[in-house]
């Protein structure tokens, strides 16, 4: 089975890693432009992208996914199947219908609950004590496509953003693959998501950061420890900004 993956950040690392240790022909790698990074402000590849050159492995970094950045590329590649995995762009419909075995998603968070761009910091944020990773068939819609395996992780009482991150991004590892086993052999069950119980996870701002001293000890706790390492909470005090780690 030819797969494209599309990823951006480290956790989409950790499934390209997972795939390749488990035999799949990655035919290519999309992920976003470079970006200037540090204070040299030096244009330096993305996580996935740094990942799939020391790999040898062949990489597109389109502007977007209109036709006239991407249809060519594609066609070209002609996979059987598209792995996305927190790639940061919405793919449209051409590319949804394209691949034979269809565009299936690793999202870290037990669909529907916590659809879009936050949900890792949104579970802790909220005060969940448990969440986990969901692949799914990709829809036109934002994390709307039918259901097909979930994996379940406890949230402990300390932990933070990136110790439930690198939880997840094991996890949705291992689940990458073992869809695509079901996928080979014909026993996915997909299930539709029930709208009713879905919630947004929305993306992080300055704002969500800013410790709002009215809320109680364990809500102030959650926020902190859902922002950390980054952006961290902050406050105020004698006209200074303070960052807040735990």
């Not at 956790?11 to 790698?29: D, R, Y």
């Not at 879905?198 to 809500?219: F, G, P, R, V």
Request: hydrophobic fraction near 35%; charge should be neutral; include cysteine.
């Amino acid at each position: 089975m030819k797969i494209m993956f599309m990823g951006t950040p480290d956790f989409a690392v950790e499934c390209l890693k997972s795939l390749m240790i488990a035999g799949h022909e990655i035919v290519s790698v999309v992920t976003t432009p470079d970006k200037p990074r540090g204070r040299g402000h030096k244009m330096c590849p993305t996580q996935v992208g740094e990942f799939a050159y020391e790999n040898n492995l062949k990489v597109y970094k389109p502007i977007n996914l209109k036709k006239e950045n991407f249809e060519e590329i594609l066609r070209s590649e002609n996979p059987d199947v598209i792995i996305v995995v927190a790639y940061g762009k919405i793919l449209p419909p051409y590319v949804l219908e394209y691949p034979k075995y269809g565009c299936i998603n690793v999202h870290a968070s037990l669909l529907p609950k916590y659809r879009g761009a936050a949900p890792i910091q949104r579970s802790i944020i909220d005060g969940d004590t448990l969440t986990g990773v969901t692949t799914m068939y990709m829809a036109e819609g934002l994390d709307t496509g039918d259901m097909l395996l979930k994996s379940e992780v406890s949230i402990e009482n300390d932990d933070n953003f990136e110790t439930l991150h690198d939880k997840l991004a094991t996890n949705g590892a291992k689940l990458i693959v073992e869809t695509l086993i079901e996928l080979q052999n014909g026993t996915l069950k997909p299930q539709k998501q029930d709208d009713s119980k879905s919630c947004y996870a929305h993306m992080i701002t300055k704002e969500t950061a800013l410790i709002d001293w009215s809320k109680n000890a364990l809500e102030i706790h959650n926020l902190v420890r859902g922002l950390f390492p980054v952006p961290k909470a902050f406050t105020f005090y004698n006209g200074k900004m303070l960052k807040i780690c735990r």
